[in-house]
């Protein structure tokens, strides 16, 4: 199972970016998968969840209306639109599988290397 992330970049304060997650070795709606980040000095945060059997989006507070999660079956491929986005949300970004088909349980067992966003003031 791999998961390759790409898209991250620098963008200014209210700006978007659109991040994507190659997976192979296993089609998508095999796993409940998300979005997490990771800024220095703070834990991962699951900042969205997408249910393998009907599609259903899920998304932390913190995101929620300026954040959107979806995914091509054919490419085998997640996405995250972000918008209106704050220097708050500066973070690594990965994509992994999630441990409960309902998304609860954090993180399952395989992520990727992850992709850096950085939101200047």
């Known amino acids: 199972v791999h998961l390759v992330e790409s898209g991250g970049g620098l963008v200014q304060f209210g700006g978007s970016l659109k991040l994507s997650c190659a997976a192979s070795g296993f089609t998508l709606p095999s796993y409940a998968l998300g979005w997490f980040r990771q800024a220095p000095g703070k834990e991962d945060e699951q900042v969205s969840c997408?249910?393998?059997?009907?599609?259903?989006?899920l998304y932390a507070d913190s995101v929620k209306g300026r954040f959107t999660m979806s995914r091509d079956i054919a490419k085998n491929t997640l996405y995250l639109q972000m918008d209106n986005l704050r220097p708050e949300d500066t973070a690594r970004y990965y994509c992994?599988?999630?441990?409960?088909?309902?998304?609860?349980?954090?993180?399952?067992?395989?992520w990727g290397q992850g992709t850096q966003v950085t939101v200047s003031a």
């Open positions: 997408l249910r393998p059997l009907d599609g259903t989006t």
């Open positions: 992994a599988t999630v441990s409960q088909v309902n998304c609860g349980g954090g993180r399952g067992h395989y």
